[in-house]
Every structure is written in structure tokens, then in C-alpha cells.
């Protein structure tokens, strides 16, 4: 005889074989494919900036760092939404430890960046990127974590979480890299305001931001490189063999490139290697030379539908947690794609902040890839009218 704990035990078995064979169905594909578009017209783009110089070099390291990139997305994706939150604080702790060996011996310098550990066989790893990863996580467990029936996080909470994001920033300012503290500080107000913590909080962040920048223009914080780049930005005829050469010749690109662009393989600034870096902070300009204004904004096209699709995830989430993290990701994404195409159209400084999923960068990749494996991993974890 079927009894009525027999129907449940069924019906829960049922229901957790059709999650898993239904994960692929489940997942939010015009993100995937908007990430993986991106990734692999980052591909194309690289080649083109560096295949006289370097062969096809470049582009092998590209793709074999888009798969692993994936195949990290993928497991993150995939790993089991309510245990996530108890890995959080380790997480958290091992991107301070990278952090903190950067500063160490183990720690190089690469393109003028302390912010580097060199690994066997050629491969090198940025912690900064790593970071961003880390914080997106730290922060919104941190926030989400209410006590009895509050509506919004209590003072002590948002002081804890500033002082997690403090360590981290703090070890990034140190290199120092002031793009990717910048990215850690825009996810910080990002995730506090949708947080609901008091404006004052928002307000007084805002302030301190603005300290912040004051201090590092006026003191000896930044490097001196770092500062012939805002020298650079303010004065674009200063320095003209320098930082000034290298974003006037970016601009030129982006110029010749016209509506359509000279055609891939075909731009003189690109394939005459006048713009140094160009497979990295200044890989926007390939784009800008040799697809032109429609090739450019397609590509901005495609990093919108993922910054889209974030949201939707955010609005979505049936908690707190997941809906920190998607905002997290967000501000992450949203801030670093603006500051990139700023630099390259001149309207931003040159702060060294790769593009997402575009430029060249095994660390910058895999943490990209990560930010959309913890996207669909809460996505994952919504009922299915949610979704």
C-alpha cells in the first residue's frame, strides 16, 4: 500500500531528477552566448593586433584561456547554490593571501604594474582579478545576512562589510593598480545602495571616494607612471614620446576606422604596431580601426546584453544573497567596460583595466568567467516561475 510519505519521497525524486537533466534548459543562454561571442571576437581582435610580431601565439594562449575560463564558469555554475555561502569567508581569504603575496617577494612587475606573481613555464597570475570575484561574494553575504524581520541592513552590518572591502582595497592600492581598486570601490557603492542600507552610508562612501582620488592625485601614493597618465589625460600634447604618444596614436585608430573600418588585417596603425599594448588595455582600438563604428558598437552590443542580462538575474532572484551578487557583478562589469572604451576614446584615463572577456589576459579572462558562472548559478537557484 502507497503511502502518502511514499507520494512525497516520489514526487521530491521526480522533481530533483528533472532539475538535473533540465540544468541546460535552465540556464540564461543569451548570456553564454553574448560572453562567448565577446570572448571569441576578443580572439580575432588579439590575432590581429599581434600576429606580425608574435604569429598565432597570442591567440593559442586566448583560447586555451577562454576554455579554461569556461570550464571554471561552469563549475561555479553548477556547484550547489546554499553551499556557495559557506565557502564565501574561504573564498575571501585565499584572494587576501594573493593579494598579500603580490606585496611579497613572489610578487613582479609587468608593464609597469607590481601586480603579478610569475608561475612556471611562462603563465602568470593578477590576484586583483581574482578579487573582484571574491569581494562580489564577501559583500553580499555580508548584507544578506538579516536579523528577526529587518527590512534593511543594521549600521554594525554595512560597517563590517566596509571593513572586509578595506582589506582588499586597501592591498590593491599597495601595488598599487587605481584601476582595479576602482572597480572593487564602484562594486562596494553598487552593492551597499541596492543593499537598502541608509543613504547617509551611500552619501558618506561617495565622500570618501572623492577624499580618496584628491589624495592619490596630490601625494605620493601612485606611482610616477601612474600619474604621467593623468598628466596625460588632463594634457593630451604632454609627454609626447611617452603616455602621450600611446593614447594619440589610439585615437588615431579609432579615427581611420571611419563607419565600416579598413577591414580586419587591414588597419595601418594596428598592423604597423604603433599602439603599444594594444592586445590588452587598448584592444578596443582594433576594433575601432578595422570594424569601424558599426564593428565597435556591435562589440559594446554584445557587453550590453550581458550587463542586461545581469539584471534581469538581480530583479529576479528570489533572495537577498543572489541578488547582491548579480548587482555585484554588475558594477563590476558596467564600471570596467566604460573605463576601458573611455581610455581608448580619450575621455577616461589610461588606468590599465582590461576589457571583459575581450582583451588578452588569462587572469582577467578566468575571473570574467567566473562573474557569469555565479550570474547562472543564481539563476539556477530560482523556482521556475521566478525565472
Same mark, same amino acid.
Request: hydrophobic share 50%; aromatic share 10%.
Given at each position: 500500500m502507497t503511502t502518502v510519505t511514499d507520494l512525497l519521497d516520489r514526487r521530491a525524486r521526480s522533481r530533483r531528477l528533472s532539475q538535473r537533466g533540465g540544468v541546460i534548459g535552465r540556464l540564461d543562454w543569451p548570456l553564454f552566448v553574448a560572453a562567448l561571442v565577446l570572448s571569441l571576437l576578443g580572439a580575432v581582435l588579439v590575432w590581429s593586433a599581434t600576429r606580425r610580431s608574435m604569429a598565432e601565439a597570442l591567440l593559442e594562449k586566448h583560447l586555451v584561456n577562454l576554455g579554461v575560463g569556461?570550464?571554471?564558469?561552469?563549475? $561555479?555554475?553548477?556547484?550547489?547554490?546554499?553551499?556557495?555561502?559557506?565557502?564565501?569567508?574561504?573564498?575571501?581569504?585565499?584572494?587576501?593571501?594573493?593579494?598579500?603575496?603580490?606585496?611579497?617577494?613572489?610578487?613582479? +612587475?609587468?608593464?609597469?604594474?607590481?601586480?603579478?606573481?610569475?608561475?612556471?613555464?611562462?603563465?602568470?597570475?593578477?590576484?586583483s582579478e581574482f578579487a573582484k570575484v571574491a569581494l562580489v561574494v564577501a559583500m553580499a553575504l555580508l548584507l544578506s545576512e538579516k536579523r528577526d524581520t529587518e527590512d534593511t541592513p543594521r549600521h554594525v552590518d554595512v560597517l563590517l562589510a566596509l571593513v572586509v572591502a578595506a582589506v582588499p582595497l586597501g592591498l590593491v592600492m599597495l601595488q598599487p593598480d587605481l584601476g582595479s581598486a576602482l572597480v572593487l570601490a564602484a562594486l562596494l557603492v553598487g552593492v551597499i545602495t541596492v543593499s537598502g542600507a541608509p543613504a547617509r552610508w551611500v552619501a558618506g562612501l561617495l565622500l570618501v571616494g572623492?577624499?580618496?582620488?584628491?589624495?592619490?592625485? +596630490?601625494?605620493?601614493?601612485?606611482?610616477?607612471?601612474?600619474?604621467?597618465?593623468? +598628466?596625460?589625460?588632463?594634457?593630451?600634447?604632454?609627454?609626447?614620446?611617452?603616455?602621450?604618444?600611446?593614447?594619440?596614436?589610439?585615437?588615431?585608430?579609432?579615427?581611420?576606422?571611419?563607419?565600416?573600418?579598413?577591414g580586419l588585417f587591414q588597419g595601418a596603425q594596428t598592423q604597423g604596431g604603433f599602439v603599444p599594448y594594444q592586445q590588452t588595455d587598448f584592444v578596443f582600438s582594433v576594433a575601432g580601426e578595422e570594424l569601424g563604428f558599426v564593428g565597435a558598437t556591435g562589440l559594446l552590443l554584445f557587453e550590453g546584453i550581458v550587463l542586461w542580462r545581469g539584471l534581469?538575474?538581480?530583479?529576479?532572484?528570489?533572495?537577498?544573497?543572489?541578488?547582491? $551578487?548579480?548587482?555585484?557583478?554588475?558594477?563590476?562589469?558596467?564600471?570596467?567596460?566604460?573605463?576601458?572604451?573611455?581610455?581608448?576614446?580619450?575621455?577616461?584615463?589610461? +588606468?590599465?583595466?582590461?576589457?571583459?572577456?575581450?582583451?588578452?589576459?588569462?587572469?582577467?579572462?578566468?575571473?570574467?568567467?567566473?562573474?557569469?558562472?555565479?550570474?547562472?548559478n543564481v539563476r539556477l537557484g530560482m523556482s521556475d516561475r521566478a525565472r
Open positions: 569556461l570550464v571554471l564558469g561552469a563549475g $561555479v555554475a553548477l556547484f550547489d547554490y546554499r553551499r556557495l555561502r559557506a565557502y564565501v569567508p574561504v573564498l575571501y581569504l585565499l584572494s587576501v593571501a594573493g593579494l598579500i603575496a603580490v606585496l611579497s617577494p613572489l610578487g613582479s +612587475t609587468i608593464n609597469g604594474s607590481h601586480s603579478w606573481i610569475v608561475l612556471p613555464a611562462g603563465f602568470s597570475v593578477q590576484p572623492a577624499v580618496g582620488i584628491g589624495l592619490a592625485l +596630490t601625494t605620493n601614493v601612485l606611482d610616477s607612471y601612474q600619474k604621467d597618465r593623468l +598628466t596625460a589625460f588632463a594634457d593630451p600634447s604632454a609627454d609626447p614620446r611617452g603616455i602621450g604618444y600611446q593614447t594619440r596614436q589610439v585615437r588615431i585608430a579609432i579615427g581611420n576606422g571611419g563607419v565600416e573600418g579598413a534581469v538575474v538581480a530583479r529576479r532572484a528570489e533572495e537577498l544573497f543572489g541578488r547582491l $551578487v548579480a548587482v555585484g557583478v554588475v558594477c563590476w562589469f558596467t564600471f570596467q567596460v566604460f573605463e576601458n572604451v573611455g581610455m581608448n576614446l580619450g575621455i577616461m584615463p589610461v +588606468t590599465g583595466l582590461p576589457l571583459p572577456f575581450v582583451s588578452y589576459g588569462g587572469s582577467s579572462m578566468f575571473a570574467s568567467w567566473l562573474a557569469v558562472g555565479l550570474l547562472q
